[in-house]
């Protein structure tokens, strides 16, 4: 059985390099940045209350467990030198990404048996997850790549459990390190955890068209 190596050199290296690039001050066109974002925004599946829905969501891989607090704290750390004047917010956030995410280095840390998402709606995906967590994510990169991922959605929301959440919080640490800051929305955006149980290649290629990947994590 193909391993599954193929998907995550995909998914999480299309996004690592353009991170370094971008962090190395290299070009990148419009064209292969947008391109990167296939590797980025899968379709999330969900049935229940809500009826059969697919939404479009940002996904991002994560640390494993023991990196996570040290993560968000450097996240955090970075997020609070925020100031709307200060034109170099976004370079300095790339450094962080890249030493505690995306560096050669770093990569020992990353998680590869779930990734994380936001819930910026609450409407259908998040009734459906609440009631029924069989989740499939759905990637596609014209104009043959695709890959499947099928596992099961969990949800951390501090506003309906009242206690600190720290998948919710790093999450959207993640997004705000590069990208203007705002802390007080933090509590409106619950967390997605998808943990992968099968990955599949429905490419448009020999080796795809639903071909299941051996995943040994």
Same mark, same amino acid.
């Given at each position: 059985?193909?391993?599954?190596e193929?998907?995550?050199r995909?998914a999480?290296?299309?996004? %690592? ?8 001050? &290299?070009?990148?066109?419009p =064209?292969?940045?947008?391109l990167? *974002? ?14 059969l829905? %697919?939404?479009?969501?940002g996904?991002g ?6 990196y996570? =607090?040290?993560t968000?704290e %450097?996240?955090? $750390? ?5 100031d709307?004047?200060?034109?170099t917010y976004?370079m300095r956030?790339?450094e962080?990404l890249v030493?505690?995410?995306y560096?050669?280095e +770093?990569? $020992?840390? #990353?998680d590869f ?5 936001? =819930?910026m +709606? ?10 029924n967590p =069989? +989740?499939t994510?759905i *990637?596609?990169q014209?104009? %043959?790549?695709?890959?499947?991922l ?15 959440e720290i998948? &919710?919080?790093?999450i959207n640490a &993640?997004h ?6 705002d ?7 619950p +967390?997605?955890?998808?943990?992968i ?8 290629? $020999?080796d795809? *068209?639903? #071909?299941?990947? &051996?995943y040994?994590?």
């Amino acid at each position: 059985m193909k391993t599954a190596e193929s998907f995550f050199r995909w998914a999480f290296n299309t996004r %690592a390099e353009s991170v370094l690039k971008l962090h190395a001050g &290299q070009m990148v066109t419009p =064209e292969k940045m947008f391109l990167s *974002f296939c590797s980025h925004d899968p379709a999330f599946v969900s049935y229940g209350p809500a009826g059969l829905n %697919a939404s479009i969501k940002g996904i991002g891989f994560m640390p494993k467990d023991e990196y996570l =607090e040290e993560t968000l704290e %450097a996240y955090i $750390k970075h997020i609070k030198t925020w100031d709307p004047e200060d034109k170099t917010y976004s370079m300095r956030g790339l450094e962080v990404l890249v030493k505690y995410m995306y560096g050669e280095e +770093a990569r $020992k840390r #990353v998680d590869f048996t779930k990734v994380g998402s936001l =819930e910026m +709606a609450k409407k259908h995906s998040y009734e459906n997850y609440k009631a029924n967590p =069989e +989740a499939t994510l759905i *990637f596609y990169q014209p104009p %043959a790549i695709s890959y499947e991922l099928r596992g099961k959605m969990e949800i951390y929301d501090e506003m309906e459990s009242g206690k600190r959440e720290i998948y &919710q919080q790093f999450i959207n640490a &993640q997004h705000d390190v590069y990208h203007h800051p705002d802390m007080n929305r933090w509590l409106s955006y619950p +967390a997605y955890i998808f943990r992968i149980e099968e990955i599949y290649d429905n490419s448009a290629t $020999k080796d795809g *068209f639903g #071909v299941q990947l &051996q995943y040994p994590y």
